[in-house]
């Protein structure tokens, strides 16, 4: 089923009138078939202006060094959510909580800073041992032998663990995490995951309520260290309104979890692709400091983030207008062949694995980067150490978006 | 050129010779300093480059620029002589210029 370079896809491609050419379509990135039109792209029209597209007209960012350019520009690149926010979808008027991740300075950088300190490195070793035994405990339950799926029984297991463990999270109740952190981010309709706009604020309204009394609770209780505890102490935190408390707290959930998630598997589909990569880390497990890095910008787990345009400016020699929808596709930014050698390779030894896409930069830059590494690194340093033998045994399936960059399933055999 | 001292949270001191017109962030990451990100690659838009400068240095290296003292606003465990070395260029008034990196980049 890997129809994904096949020549004549390529060659049509290659073939369409520019101004026809539309990245933005979910089935491309579900057939992983998007790479030839970004690569055209970078090639012939590096800014690309599309009238035409199920999310309307909408500009595209390919390169590097431009996307750096909108992302750092905040003052023209809003990511304001009454006036789309930060997906090429444009959010509903009527969301009910407030994120940060969807506003402009200077009200986003004061809700930042409250969140920040949390997820800096110092209070990440206080949760490193916990998140350790955990994934322990998943990877030594694994079955050897047997086909079973990597997504849900890794990636999904492991995240979800990880989430509650951040925040102290009644652990039976776990999966009610990973719940409403898909239903926060989707789109309701028939079939869908939920199936009405007031389903699904019922569910974010119960997650509303879960949190509340868990604030309740660690409000009253000697400060720990968990996320909700930090928040309910923290001398910058707990005066927050509830709709502030909530607002950052969802945030993080749907920050942390299909990113993370997705990481996770991509890491394992990549070492199945460039097994002689694995070898050379296998041989050299120190090599995980620039590995970690390299499997987030191959994988490249959002593959755009969605600004817009609040006066008119040139970039790359296009003229944007004010309110024009303009899409960084970091997807796109992280294969650009003249910032990253053989970009379409897993390099376990890069010389600057760092520079890369996946976090944005910016004020916007993600703050949850170090706690992301520091999970997928806890994890394959405990893969190594049991050197298991994990064999990739298909394709996986994808996921049908142009926002979130991953997968549904991923068939796998731990020989042994 | 310019001597540059750079001291690790643990007080492992590392010292480089730094080309005029560099960045010392570059200066560091060109020479395998640990403690020193620089992910952004010196636009100023990631702050893993952050570092604390010494007190005698502070006039020769001087002030943030606006973006930097929004970018170290988010950083962890910013003091008053927190600076984003990506923005602070080599020249040879900074021979023997020391600064330390904090515990951990964010
Ligand atoms: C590999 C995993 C992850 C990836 C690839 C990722 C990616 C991103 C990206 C691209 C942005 C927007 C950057 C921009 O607009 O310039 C972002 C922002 C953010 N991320 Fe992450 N993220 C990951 C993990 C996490 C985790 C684990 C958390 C939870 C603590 C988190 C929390 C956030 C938050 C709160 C923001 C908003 C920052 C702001 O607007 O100032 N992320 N992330
Ligand atoms: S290297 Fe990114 S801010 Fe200095």
Redesign the interface.
Known sequence: MNHVSTLSDRHAVWSLPLDQVNPAQPQLFKDDAQWSYFERLRAEDPVHYTADSEFGPYWSVTKYKDI?AV??NHKVFSSLSTLGGISIRDQRADFPLPMFIAMD?PIH?AQ??VV??I????NLAILEHTIRERAIAILDSLPRGEAFDWVDRVSIELTTQMLATLFDFPFQDRRKLTRWSDVATTVAGPGGLVETEEQRQAELRECAAYFMGLWNQRVNAPPQGDLVSMLAHGESTRNMTPQEFLGNLILLIVGGNDTTRNSLTGGLYAFSKFPEQYQKLRANPALLDSTIPEIIRWQTPLAHMRRTALSDIELGGKPIKAGDKVIMWYVSGNRDEEMIENPNELVVDRA?P??HLS?G???H?C?G??LAEMQLRIVWEEILKRDLDIEVLGEPERVLSTFIKGYINLPVRIRG | MAKITFIEHNGTSHVVEAENGMSVMRAAVDNNVPGIDGDCGGECACATCHVYVEPEWQAATGARTETEETMLSFAAATQDNSRLCCQITVSDALDGLVVRTPDGQH
Do not use: E, I, L, Y
């Not at chain 1, 997820?119 to 110092?122: I, L, T």
């Open positions: 750096m992302d750092t300075p950088d930042r800073k920040s300190p997820v800096a490195p110092g600057r760092r520079q976090f930069f910016g004020v830059r703050v980067n170090r």
